[in-house]
């Protein structure tokens, strides 16, 4: 086949593409695919595209149908939807609405397994905060049901491997488009030849650091679809995961590393990284190492100082570290207030690692407080408390 045959597909694909960028973004992905889709049988009709050359053409005119391997997206966070909703600027929890939260819901859609219901209402209620935290559960996140800084990060590094994974997808296709007959009947047989070949990768796999939880693995061999990652207090980790089994899903074509946590209480991990072949499936293995893991929390912060702040419902503190998860402030009439909170206590409760300060009211009616404020670490756990203060609060 010529690559003269090609010039006006490519010339009416664009055409395509300058009328979707026009579009409302409601309509743009039902519309760039049909219409480009309908192209595609026309030329193939008038003979400009062979028939064994149409579902290439049309594959990478629309760059939305499936993997040809029929690799299942609903359930597989590698490709789908991730690539449009993937990014979100804001915090979004119980009660917010709008164009964010519509996203939100479209993206965990995308998973059966994350958002069965698949409800697309624009407004984040009791089945969205379920969805966000088996979302955070899947992926190793402490399970509050908000979509806060490392949910996003995590849902933004979703996005942009999904990115990277589509322009190497485009880029493979459009090498496929302008092969000869031979050439892409050798190509598609060297492909088959490397996803079933589970002995082709060599994985070496080590603990990096133990007291951080790190594990690093070098591959002989590129993997397409990243790596898998899964241990368990059981040895022989595998997957698709047994139970007593986790796995993590990295995008790292070459290598990489991944931090555990002991989500089966503190012991002995055994740990394992795969090919992955997707579609539920693992290719080669490395050898298996083992780790101790303490905690599924881990404090950053040595002390916490407070004091009472320059007004009277004032209180400030200084931290030697950093809180990554944020701080809880506790007070009550009670002494040692603590978190979780008992029934004579008040809480507030922090994001920022750069807090410092906080207003404090007498909920309790005027008189001594006793106030407390804590490193947040994750789940119902805090690490490092600070002193206690005696704060004189009025109503």
Known sequence: MKITK???LFMLVALFACTYALQPSAVQARADTVNISSLIEMLVALNIIPEDKADLAREYAAGQEEDEDGEDTSSDTETGNLCAYGQ????LQLGSQGDEVTQLQEFLASDLSIYPEGQI???FGPLTEK??????????????GIVGPQTR????????????????????????????????????NEDADEDTNEDSIEITLQVEDEDEATITWESSEPSKKGFRVVWSMDENPTYPTRDGDKSLLSYSKDGGGRTLYAFDGPGTYYVRVCENLGSSKCGAYSNEVE??????????????DLEVGNSNNEVEWETDGTAKKGFKVVWSMDENPTYPTRDSDELLSYD???RD????????????YYVRVCEYIGGTECGTYSNEVEIELED
Request: charged share 35%; hydrophobic share 25%; proline share 1%.
């Open 6 to 8: 090609h010039i006006p």
């Open 357 to 368: 300060d906080a207003i404090l009211d007498a909920f309790d009616g005027a008189g001594t």
């Open 121 to 123: 209402t624009g407004y």
């Open 291 to 304: 780790i101790e893991l303490e905690s599924e929390y881990t404090s950053y912060v040595d002390a916490i």
């Open 131 to 144: 969805a966000v935290k088996r979302y955070q559960e899947k992926y190793g996140i402490d399970q509050v």
């Open 88 to 91: 979100f600027k804001n915090a």
């Open 153 to 188: 990060s995590m849902m933004q590094e979703q996005y942009h491997n999904c990115i990277a994974l589509r322009k190497q997808e485009q880029e493979q296709k459009r090498e496929q488009l302008n092969k000869s007959d031979d050439e892409e009947e050798t190509d598609d």
């Open 352 to 354: 920022s690692s750069s």
